[in-house]
């Protein structure tokens, strides 16, 4: 679960938990950019299409996380923008990954296998209820895709979220019939939802692995410094012997004139 941080507006707790994902699945917790953008010019009956899907979508998403909540993470915000020919997801995988090895212990797949082949589009979210509001966001981006030429459909769509479900499991397996494109990759198996618990904050969780690293060269300074100061002490002996040599070479030539 979220834990100290579930307090925070849903975009900032969701922006902490998509760039924690961001960076186990890809490596950098930086933005794609463009690399994770589609656009595509949509017929007015397809943007009524797609703006009824995402009502559905917010309404489904506000039913099941309560009103008061729902405020408390989105304040005003009544998602009811218009549809254009513009999609993006959180992350497009560059490479063949495994996602249980990228996301760590505690990690799960809660639906379809671990495999990640290149290609595949990734969505996340912190909050259960939203995974309707992600299946829509998938659905245009696979809408979007689909309208290219040539056609450039993903090979894999995968979910990660901070919940396991439990009683609204098959609220969201009907969920996604609703949306056609989600669906045949679904039906194909190549929907993947994968769960996987943050309950660190990744700012907080980012400067403790830097007061790591910086630990770790503050001790092999340290180790640096006392091996130096063998070193020298070995150099300063070394040199007193050979001091103590000559000093006596005198002595030994004068009992050599003697004999």
Same mark, same amino acid.
């Given at each position: 679960?979220?834990?100290?941080?579930?307090?925070?507006?849903?975009?900032?707790?969701?922006?902490?938990?998509?760039?924690?994902?961001?960076?186990?699945?890809?490596?950098?917790?930086?933005?794609?950019?463009?690399?994770?953008?589609?656009?595509?010019?949509?017929?007015?009956?397809?943007?009524?299409?797609?703006?009824?899907?995402?009502?559905?979508?917010?309404?489904?998403?506000?039913?099941?996380?309560?009103?008061?909540?729902?405020?408390?993470?989105?304040?005003?915000?009544?998602?009811?923008?218009?549809?254009?020919?513009?999609?993006?997801?959180?992350?497009?995988?560059?490479?063949?990954?495994?996602?249980?090895?990228?996301?760590?212990?505690?990690?799960?797949?809660?639906?379809?296998?671990?495999?990640?082949?290149?290609?595949?589009?990734?969505?996340?979210?912190?909050?259960?209820?939203?995974?309707?509001?992600? =299946?829509?966001?998938?659905?245009?981006? +696979?809408?979007?895709? #689909?309208? @290219?030429?040539?056609? %450039?459909? /993903?090979?894999? &769509?995968?979910?990660?979220?901070?919940?396991?479900?439990?009683?609204?499991?098959?609220?969201?397996?009907?969920?996604?019939?609703?949306?056609?494109?989600?669906?045949?990759?679904?039906?194909?198996?190549?929907?993947?939802?994968?769960?996987?618990?943050?309950?660190?904050?990744?700012?907080?969780?980012?400067?403790?692995?830097?007061?790591?690293?910086?630990?770790?060269?503050?001790?092999?300074?340290?180790?640096?410094?006392?091996?130096?100061?063998? =070193?020298?002490?070995?150099?300063?002996? +070394?040199?007193?012997? #050979?001091? @103590?040599?000559?000093? %006596?070479? /005198?002595?030994? &030539?004068?009992?050599?004139?003697?004999?």
């Amino acid at each position: 679960m979220w834990s100290d941080w579930s307090s925070l507006p849903g975009r900032l707790s969701g922006n902490d938990y998509e760039n924690h994902i961001r960076e186990l699945l890809t490596g950098s917790c930086k933005d794609q950019g463009d690399k994770r953008m589609e656009q595509a010019k949509l017929s007015e009956a397809l943007q009524r299409k797609l703006q009824n899907l995402k009502c559905e979508a917010v309404e489904n998403a506000r039913e099941h996380t309560g009103e008061a909540l729902w405020k408390r993470l989105f304040g005003e915000n009544d998602f009811n923008d218009g549809q254009t020919g513009k999609a993006s997801v959180e992350i497009v995988m560059a490479e063949d990954k495994d996602v249980l090895q990228c996301l760590g212990a505690g990690a799960e797949m809660l639906l379809g296998d671990a495999a990640l082949p290149t290609g595949t589009v990734v969505e996340v979210t912190v909050q259960g209820p939203l995974f309707y509001v992600k =299946c829509f966001q998938l659905e245009k981006y +696979l809408t979007i895709c #689909a309208l @290219q030429t040539p056609p %450039k459909v /993903p090979p894999a &769509a995968l979910l990660v979220i901070n919940r396991k479900p439990i009683e609204c499991r098959d609220d969201w397996m009907n969920a996604v019939e609703k949306f056609p494109n989600l669906q045949t990759l679904a039906q194909q198996g190549n929907f993947r939802i994968a769960y996987c618990p943050h309950s660190v904050h990744h700012a907080q969780y980012r400067q403790k692995m830097v007061e790591k690293d910086e630990i770790i060269v503050e001790k092999d300074e340290i180790i640096a410094q006392k091996d130096a100061k063998v =070193c020298l002490l070995s150099v300063l002996l +070394l040199c007193l012997l #050979a001091w @103590q040599i000559l000093q %006596k070479l /005198p002595a030994y &030539a004068v009992k050599g004139t003697d004999l």
